[in-house]
């Protein structure tokens, strides 16, 4: 029956800080399994609503100064993200480990509070981390126009 069904579903909640990181392991144990797989590295998916992208984007963190992963701060949002990266490299090297990330591509009307200075600050903490690169989705050129925007964002 489909009331049944609906019992199954859990009404979506922000993580406390103390689940976070439990979380941030089971990424970097995910990391682990697919090396052992034989991937030849990972993609952290940091775009379009996913997980990381939830505590990037303020209209999703909704936590309030008290968090360590608040939303009122690029330093506070990014956080989840860099330990993330930082238990990925350390389970298989940074060199292994790339990110994608969509500062300016709006899901579910949720996007980045400040993309001008925040896209730099994450580039940043990113490059002094080595990973191997940063993927960043833009959908804001039109479509079949090719343009290169190769510009370096570090800072």
Not at 60 to 89: H, K, M, W
């Amino acid at each position: 029956r489909s009331s049944d069904l609906l019992e199954l579903h859990v009404t979506p909640r922000a993580l406390a800080d103390d689940e976070v990181p439990l979380t941030v392991q089971q990424y970097a144990a995910a990391a682990s399994r697919a090396i052992a797989a034989g991937f030849d590295g990972i993609e952290l998916h940091g775009a379009n609503g996913y997980l990381i992208n939830q505590f990037l984007v303020p209209q999703a963190n909704q936590r309030g100064p008290e968090s360590r992963y608040s939303g009122e701060t690029i330093e506070t949002r990014a956080r989840f993200l860099l330990e993330v990266v930082d238990a990925c490299s350390a389970a298989i090297g940074a060199d292994k480990v790339g990110i994608r990330l969509s500062p300016i591509v709006a899901h579910n009307a949720a996007q980045w509070a400040d993309p001008e200075n925040d896209v730099p600050y994450v580039a940043s903490e990113l490059s002094k981390r080595k990973i191997v690169y940063l993927h960043v989705e833009r959908r804001d050129l039109p479509r079949g126009r090719i343009m290169d925007d190769s510009r370096d964002v570090t800072p």
